[in-house]
Structures are given as structure tokens and as C-alpha cells.
């Protein structure tokens, strides 16, 4: 008897194990999440669902802001919530424009304030009085042995946005997982802008050119282009300056003004020159002219047309080592006219006043200043035992 032995196609061979291996692939247990992934995948989900809710009255559009809440209410700022703030502005950033706050909204957050954007021009300004303002925080809850992220948001008016709130814990069991690590861990950058408390100037000529800086943006973002607007082509600035309770001790002053003359100078269009009389009445004219703008008119030579008044002043802070600058400027944007509308144009006065408005902290202690000016990082965010308000005494200044 004659056996004939058939082979096997190759072709079918290995269709069969392809086959196989998907069953085998399809059928098993699908490889476990790292505790990093899972951690990753949590933030995710808590981000989404923030991002998500969409409540009435607030476009879908709007310029967004992420703020660590520690560093607005005063708490201890961990890398957990920096890494959280981040993460969130990179998903907000698909679809949004990201706002930056000023060294100003800082203060005006910290207050709940109305946020301000004098820098910008009038268009930009109107966009950002939409703007939504992120604010995440993370709690340590001993009982419950967790710690808990949770974000709210708030308008431009700095109030709370309703609707608006995810939350999200990780349990403290495990002091090796990577939320435990990520909030025992010190944050890697510092987001206080440099003028704040934490974080004060230690340059005498940074802080004046921020603050000549944001002035004149402000100047040029006020300024229309109308025949009867003043041309921001010849500016003219007249510095007066003041200290409260001697803030800085002799010399302190000149040294500002030296500083504050020497950065508005060196800006294209800008002249300065110091003058020596007290701001006091100047304040007291603007504010009768104000009050009785029916009846009287404002006879005031410094407000011509292309010109600012800039007032500032130094407060004591209770850290000695520090000094606070407030600055304020005011300038005329248009010519008094009469009860018809016609153009006064021999009358100095104004019909409407306009003007910034800022304050920052310098650190004076002679160490600091001699040693080239290098801003603060880690070293100046609040502990959550530093129970100091940042509306000190003094520091509120023109407002």
C-alpha cells in the first residue's frame, strides 16, 4: 500500500499563527498603567472636566488665564499645582488665547478687584473684559489621608464664575506615588511677576524702566488719533515725588527720579523734567475740577496738551529691607469745549482726564542692591506660616 504524505502550505501556516496571536493578544489581560500613568490620566480627566463646562454668559472663546490660587490667597506653592496650572494652560492654549497677568491684576486679584488692563489699546481691552481667570488649588486633607486639586474660575471683575469647578484626590498611603512626590516637591519656576512683595525689584533701574514702560504703553493706548488729541510724537513728562514717614531714608528720592528720568528719556518721543513742587494741590485742583466740572473749569498749565503729570511716591513697607512705589499719571486726552461742542482752544483746561496708575516693591538693603540686581526665585513664595496680608499699611497708596 502506497501512503502519500500532502504538505502543508506555507501561506496557510502563517495566516494560522497571525490569526493566533491576535486571539492570543484580543483574549489576554491588556498590560497594567504604570502608577505614572495613572497619575497623568487622572490630571487629564480632572482637566477635561473643567475645561468642559461651558456656563451661560461666558463665550466659548474667551481669553483664558491660569493662576496657582496659594500664591493669590496665601499658601504654601507645591510643584503638584504648578504641574497641575501647566498642564492646564497647555489644553486651554488649543483654543484660546492665554493672558498673562500684570504685576497690577496680581494686586487686583490678591484684593478682588476688577482687573485693569491700561496697557492695552482700546479694542484689546474691550476683548480682555471677557477674559476667564483659572485659579487652582491644592489642599492637604490629614483626616480623609488625601490630598485634594480642585479649580474654580473667576471674571474680570473678580467674581467667581458659577458653574465652573472640577475637583480630583490622590491618596497619601503611598509617600513614594507620584502626586505625594509631586507635592512634597518645591516648584521649578517662581510665576510672581518681579515688583511684588515676594518677589521686589533689586535694581533701581529695573524698576524704572518697568514702570516707565508700562506708563507710556498706557499714554499710547489712551491716545486716540483725533485732530484734537494730543501727539505722542513730543511728550512731556513732569516728575514730582514724595516719601511717606521718610520710606527710604535720605537720598532715596533723587535716586528715583535720576532713575525714573533717565528711562523715560531714553524712550523714543518722551522728555522729563523734575519738578519741585508738592503734588498735594494738584490732587486737591483735579478733584474740585472733578466735582464741580458743571460749574467750573480747571485752569491747570501742567495738563496742556502732550503733556503728563507723573506723581509718585515711596511708602514704607515692614519689611525694612523694602520700599513701595506708587506711581500715578495723568494727562489730558482732549480740549474743554462749551455747552454747543465747540473747541475751547485758549483755555488750558481739560474735559477729560486720563491717567495709570501702578505700584511695585523694591528691595533697598545695600547687599542685595550691590550684587548686580538678580530677581528672587524660590526663596520669596510664601510659606503658608507667613501670615502677612498684602495690603499692608501704606501700600494702597493713591487709591
Avoid at 490630571?43 to 463646562?53: E, G, R, S, T, Y
Avoid at 488719533?225 to 515725588?241: R, S
Avoid at 483735579?286 to 458743571?294: A, G, H, L, T, W
Wanted: hydrophobic share 40%; proline share 6%.
Amino acid at each position: 500500500m502506497i501512503v502519500s504524505h500532502r504538505k502543508f502550505p506555507l501561506d496557510k501556516f502563517a495566516s494560522m499563527l497571525i490569526i493566533l496571536a491576535l486571539a492570543l493578544l484580543m483574549g489576554g489581560c491588556p498590560p497594567s498603567m504604570t502608577e505614572e500613568q495613572k497619575f497623568a490620566v487622572q490630571v487629564d480627566n480632572f482637566i477635561a472636566d473643567l475645561v468642559a463646562q461651558q456656563p451661560a454668559g461666558v463665550d466659548v472663546m474667551a481669553p483664558a488665564a491660569v493662576m496657582p490660587a496659594s500664591l493669590i490667597r496665601g499658601g504654601e506653592y507645591t510643584r503638584l499645582e504648578e504641574y497641575v496650572v501647566n498642564r492646564l494652560s497647555m489644553q486651554l492654549r488649543q483654543s484660546r488665547e492665554i493672558y498673562t497677568p500684570s504685576r497690577e491684576n496680581w494686586f487686583e486679584l490678591r484684593e478682588r478687584q476688577p482687573l485693569t488692563f491700561a496697557g492695552q489699546p482700546d479694542d484689546k481691552r474691550s476683548y480682555l473684559d471677557g477674559v476667564v481667570v483659572y485659579q487652582v488649588t491644592v489642599t492637604s486633607d490629614e483626616v480623609l489621608k488625601q490630598v485634594v486639586i480642585q479649580a474654580t474660575a473667576v471674571d474680570a471683575t473678580s467674581k467667581p464664575i458659577p458653574g465652573v469647578m472640577a475637583s480630583s484626590s490622590f491618596s497619601t498611603d503611598n509617600s513614594s506615588s507620584p502626586a505625594m512626590l509631586q507635592y512634597q516637591a518645591k516648584p521649578k519656576a517662581n510665576p510672581i511677576p518681579e515688583g511684588l512683595e515676594e518677589r521686589p525689584f533689586v535694581s533701581m533701574d529695573r524698576l524704572a524702566y518697568s514702570l516707565a514702560s508700562e506708563m507710556a504703553a498706557a499714554y499710547r493706548a489712551n491716545v486716540s488719533g483725533d485732530a484734537n488729541a494730543p501727539a505722542d510724537t513730543e511728550v512731556k513728562v513732569v516728575l514730582q515725588t514724595r516719601t511717606v514717614n521718610r520710606a527710604a531714608g535720605d537720598g532715596f528720592l533723587q535716586r528715583l527720579e535720576s532713575a525714573l528720568q533717565q528711562a523715560f528719556v531714553a524712550k523714543k518721543g518722551f522728555t522729563c523734567a523734575v519738578s519741585q513742587k508738592d503734588f498735594a494741590p494738584t490732587f486737591d485742583q483735579i478733584d474740585f475740577y472733578r466735582d464741580n466740572r458743571d460749574t467750573f473749569e480747571m485752569d491747570e498749565t501742567l495738563l496742556s496738551p502732550g503733556s503728563v503729570v507723573l506723581l509718585v511716591e515711596a511708602f514704607p513697607h515692614q519689611d525694612a529691607g523694602k520700599v513701595g512705589v506708587n506711581l500715578r499719571s495723568l494727562w489730558r486726552i482732549t480740549p474743554l469745549e462749551n455747552s454747543q461742542g465747540q473747541v475751547m482752544a485758549d483755555n488750558v483746561g481739560g474735559t477729560y482726564l486720563s491717567g495709570f496708575a501702578a505700584k511695585a516693591y523694591l528691595q533697598t538693603d545695600t547687599k542685595t542692591l550691590s550684587s548686580g540686581g538678580t530677581s528672587r526665585g524660590d526663596s520669596n513664595i510664601r510659606s503658608p506660616r507667613d501670615t502677612r496680608t498684602y495690603n499692608s499699611p501704606g501700600s494702597r497708596g493713591f487709591d
